[in-house]
């Protein structure tokens, strides 16, 4: 391991629950090597509460859970991202910032949990499945070797220069 923390951004429409989850996750189970944020392209401005409940019963911090926009992470002054991953399909269909750095991207959509309509049984299995699904993806990202994530950055790289000349 080299030792390197690896910034990724989640991403959603709302910022209130899927993003979030995304966020708590890596955080919780890949702190040593991740840093992970979440926004949204319309924020909701809060944070679903089952998706809170959830991310406190895993370890995170609530003080850290917030609804917030993408905006905040295209600045000039914001983190450099090594990864942006969509957790929604709209989202990902939407014309992102231009991220500083050139990220490597990827779309790991996830049903809406917020969408779920039923009494609180329900609701509450659609944010574990939702959790769980997320879960899966992040325990495959964590495994990856520095080497590889290293890779996937710079191919990120590469392409950015590519499309940003163009072809003669």
């Known amino acids: 391991m080299s030792g390197r923390i690896y910034n990724v951004l989640f991403l959603c429409t709302g910022n209130s629950a899927r993003s979030i ?14 840093h ?18 959830l991310a406190i019963e895993m370890g995170y911090d609530p003080a850290r859970l917030r609804s ?23 989202a990902a269909g939407e014309a992102c910032p231009l991220w500083p750095g050139h990220p490597a991207t990827a779309h790991w959509g996830v049903p809406d949990p917020a969408a779920v309509q039923g009494d609180a049984a329900t ?30 950055a710079a191919r990120a790289s590469l392409a950015a220069i590519h499309a940003s000349v163009g072809a003669p």
């Open 21 to 34: 989850l995304g966020e708590a996750l890596l955080n919780t189970m890949g702190a040593s090597r991740f």
């Open 68 to 90: 917030k926009s993408w905006d905040e992470f295209a600045a000039a002054d914001a983190p450099r991202m090594d990864f942006i991953l969509t957790v929604c399909d709209s």
């Open 123 to 152: 609701r509450r299995a659609a944010f574990r499945a939702t959790l769980l699904a997320l879960r899966q993806r992040i325990e495959l990202l964590i495994a990856l070797p520095d080497q590889k994530l290293d890779a996937l």
């Open 36 to 53: 992970a944020y979440s926004a949204g392209s319309h924020p909701a401005g809060q944070v679903q509460p089952l998706a809170r409940e």
